[in-house]
């Protein structure tokens, strides 16, 4: 199997987030969303101490992530799982806490070039969408089996469409005729149902549908509400956790997550702050990492990550 020449998104501020915690002998880090290993790779390379348990629903991706991650083998550990699973998976593994957490919330550049997997809207392919393909519904059950109304939510709340409405009347009208199967079909009632000023901009007019199935199909929210407390929780002390979203929504839950953690728990201006009510974390970051402007124009991937890392500074 092929090595994937890949530069992960914002690969080397991750590596110089997550570092100072990797540095000592017996550290892990534990990759929650492996891909294709870029991360991990430049994270082991640079921290020659450190243990990767890797978690990845996508089996496909952890054999091409084993492959690319060959010269390690004897410090990585690779484990099919959803990584909201985290904790289950460490006690599995007998560790009680690890020094370092990533999360890549970006579908890889793998799945979206699989015709099959129906990611892409370039493409036509089987309406499937699941990370994990051996499980769950998949884009064409939710387009066969919705209502009109819960089409609607799922494209105006996870996709942001603004005529999602009008593309879930035609998506169930559709389907009385023929099942929803293919993507091209899919991608032809969008780009009729948006008007031609505002196809016109905003890049491709299917771009944020097919981002709301993907999310409603692998109930990518409803996972990473689960998984981002999960996740500190397995932090040990001075451990650090960064986190790669690619969504409004995504980085809305990962924020409130951590600036819950880094305040205290009383009023503002009281005088004395029990131990037990300090913060529990430290940001890292100000607010959300963007990156460059030439990583960004290198890299499409890239233009809408956000970037957020905290360190554990007290049990």
Known sequence: MATVDHVPVLRDRVVALLAPALSEPGSVLVDATLGLGGHSAALLAGNPHCRLVGLDRDEDALAIAGDRLRDYAD???LVHAVYDRMPEVLADLGIDAVQGILFDLGVSSMQLDLAERGFAYAQDAPLDMRMDPSEGLTAAD???TY???DLTRVLRVYGEERY???IAERIVAQRQGEPWDRSAR???LIRAAIPAATRSSGGHPAKRTFQALRIEVNDE???LERAIPAALGCLALSGRMAVLSYHSLEDRIVKQEF????RPEVPRGLPVVPDHLRPWLRLLTRGAEKASAAE???NPRAQSARLRAVERIAA
């Open 186 to 188: 899919l991608v032809e």
């Open 259 to 262: 600036a819950a953690g880094a």
């Open 142 to 144: 939710v387009l066969n």
């Open 296 to 298: 960004a124009a290198d």
């Open 75 to 77: 410090r990585i550990t």
């Open 164 to 166: 999602a409405r009008r």
């Open 221 to 223: 929210l409803g996972v």
């Open 147 to 149: 209502s009109v109304d």
